[in-house]
């Protein structure tokens, strides 16, 4: 039992380009009430959002708003995990804002911000009882990874860590939207993808068995790309689990098996491969796992964590 947590009630929030899912868990990590509703755009709306997620679960659980004793985002963009500021969350058509500013009245509990990679990957620890030592790979919109180490969010010396859909492997490739050619998110990245299949006609389902040679090479060309994004994360962090998840994922069935098998053919190859093992570390977030506002939750309560893990392993203060 953990001194001083009776009565502890966590709220996470994951601010989607799309939807907001909300979570509140109590100090056992269990899942109390949930719920998804619209995200709206701008600063003010994601402040509405906030407040009708917050709101919503309060009232299924018969309390109000300031009786969350921790409050966590999740938000796309360019996160200052220490104050909260976020810039160039472009979908929320925001250029930069200060969060738990904006929030400051509406909550009792001091708002803690975190990317939504980064978050995820905490909640996905949880989700799947591995919560020391994993690398999340997100396949969505874009492409990233965030590892945790320790129980510890990698973040780097400037919070670059996990950036990997930016490895540019195609030198003549496609113009990715961070100003180099041939990124791995212009190979695997939904907006990317999606584009690209829109002009075959094609949505992401269809392409694991559409047999004309147009839609092999796509498929191919996504396949090799995940491949190397997992090899890449497993020789960088090589943590003893990779969780895969994302909206890309979830819309094609075949693309897990399929890079599977890749990573296998590869690795029969190269005893350096066959070493690393990659195939066998992935592992899938079970679809339906809100791992995004469950990690938000965890982002919220960062410093009862933290004191958790060092007080059994000493681990590097600040960042
Ligand atoms: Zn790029």
Redesign the pocket.
């Given at each position: 039992m953990r001194a001083g947590e009776s009565g502890a009630l966590s709220l996470g929030v994951d601010i989607g380009g799309t939807k907001a899912h909300g979570v509140a868990l109590d100090a056992a990590d269990r899942v109390l009430a949930e719920v998804a509703m619209p995200t709206q755009p701008t600063e003010a709306g994601i402040r509405r959002t906030v407040v009708a997620v917050a709101g919503t679960l309060a009232t299924e659980l018969g309390v109000g708003p300031s009786d969350f004793t921790t409050v966590g985002l999740g938000i796309p963009g360019f996160v200052d995990h220490t104050s909260g500021v976020v810039e160039t969350a472009v979908n929320l058509q925001i250029a930069r804002t200060d969060l738990p500013l904006l929030l400051a009245d509406d909550f009792a509990a001091k708002v803690r911000v975190e990317n939504d990679v980064k978050a995820t990957a905490l909640g996905a620890g949880l989700a799947l009882g591995t919560t020391r030592d994993l690398t999340y790979v997100n396949l969505g919109t874009g492409l990233a990874a965030a590892a945790v180490s320790r129980g510890r969010l990698v973040r780097g010396a400037r919070n670059g860590a996990g950036e990997i859909?930016?490895l540019?492997v195609e030198p003549a490739g496609e113009l990715?939207?961070?100003?180099?050619r041939g990124?791995l998110?212009?190979a695997l990245g939904g907006g990317y993808v999606s584009r690209r299949l829109a002009a075959l006609g094609l949505d992401l389902a269809e392409l694991g068995t559409d047999p004309r040679p147009e839609a092999v090479v796509e498929k191919g060309r996504m396949v090799a790309a995940l491949a190397t994004a997992l090899t890449l994360v497993v020789i960088a962090y090589d943590s003893a689990v990779v969780v895969l998840g994302g909206g890309v994922l979830r819309g094609t069935g075949w693309l897990r098996p399929t890079v599977e098998a890749d990573l296998r053919r590869r690795a029969a190859d190269s005893p350096f491969l066959a070493g690393l093992a990659v195939a066998d570390r992935l592992v899938e977030l079970p679809a339906g796992t809100p791992a995004a506002a469950i990690g938000a939750a965890v982002v919220g309560r960062k410093k009862e964590l933290r004191a958790r893990h060092t007080a059994s392993e000493p681990t590097v203060v600040g960042g």
């Open positions: 859909g930016h540019a990715c939207s961070c100003g180099q990124c998110e212009t």
